[in-house]
């Protein structure tokens, strides 16, 4: 069949296209059954969770791969930001016996600094040197913190001693790094960043990438022994590094990976980050790379050793390693002390430094360096040209809408391109998809016939998950079988006129497809369902808003409908919009009508008040709904002159 696409500016309406743009249904009714798990009990970082059962290597492999870009979608890190040149300053060198330390920054983006200390070792500079990134945790002094329970100084001293090139660098926000603060896009105040994908996590985890490259570029590094290690939230920036960056071939977190709690902080907790996941599931993605668990009595990972490990170490069966992944556990409050840093040592040596036992190393005594021996900007201005947060919020929005321009189809095989990237980032912020028909458990269908109208009610739900789709079906007694029509509306959420208005054009379209002979079917998606947000912090890292919950449900109701490849869907109101978001991964439909209901495509704030699904922007909204869907008959009604027409008209 002939694609085409239709659209109107708004005002006047072509009979037919009026017929199909009113019949909304119920879609988001209030009587949605108390059952759906959707209005249990939120997600949230303190409740206890688990790891599932993967029976064989290619189905752990198949998981892993969605965690991966999940990670990185919810980071705003997919598709990949255009790495700019480092332009690394490296000063202030200070010769400390079999080691030194210098003073380092570099552009993670331009005008935006990482800071840290570069420590390498005197001896073996005639041979390629292992290398080991050292993030920190959420102390007071950050990577100076020096102290029985954590001394980052110490550790990356030892490492040097060891034979390794450190680098100890900076949270944001923390002692040199401070030209942006550890508060940067909080998406609890403001969701406008989390609709580009921007967020602290995001920030923290390119700063990592961009220091890993930074390490690689060194002549000296073996590109092929370069490990990570970390405690509290530098625990966190270790396994989300080692999930994402197979670079990085050795890994410890130390005091974070837990099943009870999945990290406090906001560099932590980016939107969509564990949704259907937690902590202990992403640092499995380590496997079959070694990696050592370090747990504390003290603290959230007191049941390492009967939890957390075992469930990993099940993974690492699966690839036949289960010698690659070990775990410790120190009596101690939350720490990386110096029993912590010793097993650490001992472990890296095994894979790093060709050592045939793992068993702790000790460290080294000695004085450490001074503050103004460490502190890169001590005595020194800080760069010119580097970005504050509204620069840098602005510089990433400029970046992101440029590399999606950049990435529109004009052909095939830009088009597979554009899927890859734009498709997969539309696909991991919704965190939806089109069930098969075999997974969706149909309830007891209730008839009644009134009018001449028979009515049939169901309840939907996709199996193992819990929710719930009311489903009704209308089509005159004894009317010839047709392929059904799906008609959206949010007739129940909007308020005042605009409700009335939508309630009456959903049912005057209604009775006339019914009247017309055709089969007609609506749903009630998810309810107002928000309040929860108001309770729990960090909501939408573990939830799927209620939008992204209303797309879900139109694509379980499309798996059900469209069993005969016929289907058309009919979006009235503002359930355009959602109608068109489900477009990009229904099966093939036969038609779609849209009311776009003036929604203004260019404004974030039309979307937070709407749409307000993090990482919708970045990902390229509508007009890759559109691109990455089957192209067939399209009508956008009612644009306003607001809605991306032109765009989705050249991809047609």
Request: with cysteine.
């Amino acid at each position: 069949m002939k694609t085409k696409l239709l659209r109107w500016s708004g005002g006047a309406i072509l009979t037919a296209a009026l017929a199909l743009l009113a019949l909304a249904g119920k879609t988001f009714t209030q009587g949605t059954s108390a059952t759906d798990s959707r209005l249990g009990e939120p997600r949230h970082l303190d409740l206890t969770y688990s790891l599932p059962e993967y029976r064989s290597k290619e189905e752990w492999l198949a998981r892993a791969e969605r965690l991966r870009k999940q990670i990185l979608v919810s980071a705003g890190l997919w598709p990949t930001p255009p790495k700019t040149p480092l332009n690394p300053v490296i000063f202030d060198k200070v010769e400390r016996g079999d080691y030194t330390i210098e003073k380092i920054y570099f552009e993670t983006y331009p005008g935006v600094y990482l800071s840290g200390n570069l420590y390498r070792p005197k001896a073996g500079q005639d041979k390629k040197l292992p290398a080991v990134l050292c993030p920190h945790g959420h102390w007071t002094y950050g990577r100076l913190e020096n102290t029985p329970l954590n001394s980052g100084p110490a550790r990356a001293i030892s490492f040097a001693r060891q034979g390794y090139v450190a680098l100890s660098y900076d949270m944001v926000g923390y002692v040199d790094n401070v030209g942006i603060s550890h508060k940067f896009a909080d998406h609890n105040a403001t969701a406008r960043e989390a609709l580009w994908g921007i967020n602290l996590l995001g920030l923290q985890l390119w700063n990592s990438i961009r220091a890993a490259d930074f390490l690689l570029s060194l002549p000296e590094v073996d590109p092929e022994r370069l490990a990570c290690t970390g405690e509290s939230g530098g625990g966190t920036q270790t396994f989300l590094l080692t999930a994402v960056d197979d670079r990085v071939k050795v890994a410890a977190p130390v005091n974070m990976v837990s099943f009870i709690m999945q990290g406090g902080s906001l560099c932590e907790n980016a939107p969509n980050l564990r949704i259907d996941t937690n902590n202990v599931e992403i640092a499995a993605l380590a496997a079959p790379r070694p990696m050592m668990l370090v747990s504390a009595t003290g603290d959230w990972t007191k049941n390492m050793l009967t939890s957390e490990h075992p469930a990993i170490r099940g993974i690492y069966r699966l690839f036949g390693a289960e010698d690659k992944v070990t775990a410790v556990q120190i009596n101690a409050p939350h720490n990386y002390n110096q029993e912590s840093r010793e097993a650490v040592y001992g472990w890296f040596a095994r894979w790093m430094l060709g050592r045939t036992e793992t068993t702790p190393l000790k460290e080294r005594t000695g004085g450490l360096p001074t503050l103004p021996e460490l502190m890169v900007f001590f005595g020194r201005p800080r760069p010119t040209g580097e970005l504050n947060e509204a620069q840098l919020t602005q510089f990433l929005i400029e970046q992101r809408r440029k590399q999606f321009e950049e990435a529109l189809p004009n052909d095939a095989a830009t088009l597979q391109s554009f899927k890859e990237n734009f498709g997969e980032a539309l696909k991991y912020s919704l965190l939806a998809e089109a069930p098969q028909p075999k997974d969706i458990i149909a309830g007891p269908s209730e008839r009644t016939t009134s009018g001449g109208i028979v009515t049939n009610r169901q309840t939907l739900s996709r199996a193992g998950r819990g929710d719930k789709v009311q489903l009704t079906i209308q089509q005159k007694d004894n009317a010839e079988k047709t392929s059904p029509v799906l008609v959206l509306s949010a007739a129940e959420v909007l308020e005042g006129d605009a409700a009335a208005k939508a309630k009456r054009e959903r049912d005057e379209l209604i009775a006339s497809l019914v009247q017309a002979g055709r089969t007609v079917a609506t749903i009630n998606c998810f309810p107002a369902h928000q309040h929860a947000q108001t309770k729990y912090k960090y909501f939408t890292t573990y939830n799927r808003t209620d939008a992204a919950n209303r797309v879900q449900d139109i694509l379980t109701a499309v798996a059900f409908l469209n069993q005969t490849g016929k289907l058309s869907v009919v979006g009235l109101d503002k359930a355009g919009t959602l109608a068109l978001l489900a477009r990009g991964f229904a099966p093939q439909l036969d038609r779609m009508i849209v009311d776009a209901a003036q929604f203004d495509s260019s404004s974030d704030e039309a979307f937070l008040n709407w749409l307000p699904i993090p990482g919708l922007r970045r990902a390229g909204d509508f007009t890759t709904a559109v691109a990455v869907a089957p192209l067939t008959p399209l009508t956008i009604h009612n644009t306003g002159g607001k809605f991306p027409t032109r765009q989705i008209s050249e991809l047609y």
